[in-house]
């Protein structure tokens, strides 16, 4: 018998939820590199993505491009009064308090989205129809090639931003070094708030367009964030390749394990690598090519 | 949330304020376990819903032999623990006649024992065949058996020629239970399982194990699980173009499904209580009358469809009292009745119990419907 189509389709599975994890951990690497914590409030506003899209486009009837841009502009102003409420009042707390605080938040946000849109889970609509595409032997849907396209532009605009505009730069520069960035002038403080602007909005956009293809509900953010957080330690918490081919590579072999080894096994998997890699190689898996960490 | 909760608090001050204003006996106490918050908050809550309706239509009718009724609803959030906590409350603090619910087979096996030392009848709300299966004295229930639903689509696939399935099934209680009741009847009905699969209860995606159930040469997919993972799945063989009949389980019976998979959901077919086809039942139905009654005052209260996990409060509700309308109001009375009853035409099935059965329902509980056209369309 011929498996190639098979694994084929595997990997394509694969590659489109590592797409989400990678992005996810996008999140999770530019706080990271900002702050020095790990917001696990981040799967939160992959929720809040999915969740504000069905809103403005099921229930007010919003056509799809401006419920994207205003499911990404209110996560965005969420994130922004996150860092201004819970995080920068605290600005000399131990890490461990600001981790404990973002996990606080987490269920704070997930609560709150329970109350306004209840306990169910919603079907959003696909970007561009339902019909599978077939490529040797195998199906895709338009929506993953949405997730590809979507996931390709948001970390080519983050390499160009980081690395050739003169806020991305600042911002480099805060992560290596925070004290010589605020003696060269550059503030912080709204590097801090940025990094939480960028990737709540990065996280919103990943329930995006993620939502269609799983449905959403007010409790997803848990399981996504986790994952993100696999994607970014694989990657070694660097906010550039490293976090893609982790996400990549996560997603990879959830499905190729749920589909050759036993699909009850499909989290632990993740979480299993999780553990060795933090026991192995808690600096990343591909940490000698990069010297910095944004 | 708040509106609902403002509703219950003035209902249940109407109810205390008409107790009260009654100068005729003391009402009737009835105690309700359901898991209306939590992972199963979809059992619980249109349970709840409709227990708190019917207790207010009978005192609206003037109550059982002009005494009213009260209902004393707790919530187990799916927890064992604190069904425990909430029916020791219900026994010792507010002194019920009985009690209903709870909503999953996990509650209802921890409180059976505290039922049992406190001799109070309990008419669970939950499917699990150990609930009844060997039977307690004091404990009956109106959810229909696992083994009932499976052997309808059995029975189905054997006239449709269909011998070789794939199954896939939840790992959780719901569907290990199923997935037992699968394996255990296959046999008995000439049919082999050559693709046992699960998925977990918070997967997004199935196409792993679709893809190599397609690999496998089954002639049909049977899934179980509650929402929303076989919507998933139904998608999932949607987009991996797996044209193999899929079938489902009760466990989606509700309009949400539909509303889920999308027009993925078009003609799975699956096993369900009669409330969700009651306009297409034929007129000598014995259920018709209530299922229509049902449904209709459950919009006209919620304003969304009544289900078929509603019923199963609806059910225990009227099971409880018919029994106090033929023997009185005393826990042991209303023991010996519910045992005694006979032919009744209530939400999910005509319940007969004995001695010997505290299920009451046999394999025509079940009727098999299509989904077409976003709706349900009975199989014949």
Redesign the interface.
């Known amino acids: 018998?011929d498996?190639s189509p098979?694994l084929f389709?595997?990997v394509l599975?694969g590659l489109s939820?590592g797409a989400i994890y990678a992005l996810i951990g996008f999140g999770f690497a530019i706080i990271y590199n900002a702050t020095g914590i790990i917001n696990f409030a981040q799967g939160e506003f992959v929720m809040l993505g999915g969740m504000l899209t069905l809103f403005f486009l099921v229930f007010l009837s919003f056509p799809l491009i401006p419920a994207i841009v205003l499911a990404i502009l209110i996560s965005t102003v969420i994130g922004i009064a996150f860092e201004r409420l819970a995080i920068r009042p605290l600005k000399n707390a131990t890490p461990l308090s600001m981790v404990i605080i973002t996990i606080g938040a987490s269920i704070l946000i997930r609560g709150i989205a329970m109350?306004i849109w209840?306990?169910?889970?919603?079907?959003v609509p696909a970007f561009s129809g339902?019909d599978?595409l077939?490529i040797a032997g195998a199906?895709i849907?338009p929506q993953h090639i949405w997730i590809f396209a979507i996931t390709l532009l948001i970390i080519a605009a983050n390499k160009i931003f980081f690395n050739y505009s003169i806020v991305g730069k600042a911002m480099r520069a805060c992560a290596y070094n925070s004290q010589a960035a605020s003696l060269v002038g550059i503030n912080v403080k709204t590097m801090v708030l940025l990094s939480f602007v960028i990737s709540s909005a990065i996280g919103s956009m990943a329930g995006i367009i993620?939502a269609p293809?799983?449905?959403t509900?007010f409790d997803?953010g848990i399981?996504l964030g986790l994952k993100g957080f696999c994607a970014v330690i694989i990657g070694g918490m660097s906010s550039g390749l490293g976090t893609i081919m982790g996400g990549l590579l996560l997603g990879l072999l959830e499905?190729?394990g749920?589909?050759y080894i036993?699909?009850?096994y499909?989290?632990a998997i993740a979480f299993i690598i999780l553990l060795l890699i933090l026991f192995v190689r808690p600096e990343g898996l591909f940490k000698q090519k990069e010297t910095e960490r944004v | 949330m708040l509106k609902k909760m403002l509703g219950l608090v003035v209902s249940m001050m109407v109810v205390g304020l008409m107790a009260g204003s009654s100068f005729a006996a003391p009402p009737i106490k009835i105690g309700a376990l359901f898991s209306v918050s939590g992972p199963a908050s979809f059992l619980g809550e249109p349970e709840r819903n409709t227990a708190e309706m019917m207790v207010d239509e009978i005192n609206k009718a003037g109550g059982i032999k002009g005494r009213k009724l009260e209902l004393i609803v707790y919530d187990t959030q799916a927890d064992a623990t604190k069904a425990v906590q909430a029916a020791n409350k219900l026994i010792k603090d507010d002194k019920v006649v009985a009690i209903i619910g709870p909503s999953t087979t996990g509650d209802t096996m921890a409180i059976i024992p505290v039922v049992e030392k406190a001799e109070i009848p309990l008419v669970s709300c939950a499917a699990g065949i150990k609930i009844t299966d060997p039977v307690k004295k004091w404990v009956f229930k109106t959810a229909q058996n696992d083994a009932l639903a499976v052997a309808r689509i059995f029975d189905y696939l054997k006239k449709q020629k269909i011998a070789k399935i794939a199954i896939l099934t939840v790992s959780d209680g719901f569907g290990s239970s199923g997935r037992e009741q699968l394996v255990a009847q296959a046999g008995k009905f000439g049919i082999q399982i050559i693709s046992d699969e699960t998925y977990g209860p918070k997967d997004t995606d199935m196409t792993a194990q679709l893809t190599k159930i397609r690999s496998g040469g089954a002639q049909a997919v049977v899934c179980w699980g509650t929402n929303p993972g076989p919507a998933v799945v139904a998608r999932n063989v949607q987009q991996l173009g797996i044209k193999l009949p899929l079938y489902m389980s009760h466990g989606v019976s509700s309009l949400k499904f539909i509303d889920l998979a999308g027009p993925a959901a078009e003609g799975i077919i699956l096993p369900s209580g009669r409330v969700v086809v009651a306009n297409h039942l034929p007129k000598n139905d014995p259920q018709k009358k209530a299922l229509l009654n049902y449904v209709d005052n459950y919009k006209k209260h919620y304003k969304v469809e009544g289900d078929h996990f509603g019923g199963h409060a609806y059910d225990a509700i009227m099971l409880i009292k018919g029994a106090i309308e033929r023997g009185g109001d005393s826990p042991a009375a209303i023991r010996d009745q519910l045992e005694k009853t006979s032919k009744f035409a209530g939400i999910g099935g005509t319940f007969s119990y004995s001695s010997q059965d505290h299920a009451g329902l046999t394999s025509d509980a079940f009727v098999l419907v299509q989904i077409k056209n976003k709706g349900w369309t009975l199989l014949k």
């Open positions: 018998m498996n098979q389709q595997y599975s939820n109350l209840g306990k169910d889970t919603h079907a339902n599978p077939y199906t849907l993620i293809l799983t449905m509900s997803v399981m499905s190729l749920a589909g036993s699909a009850s499909k989290d």
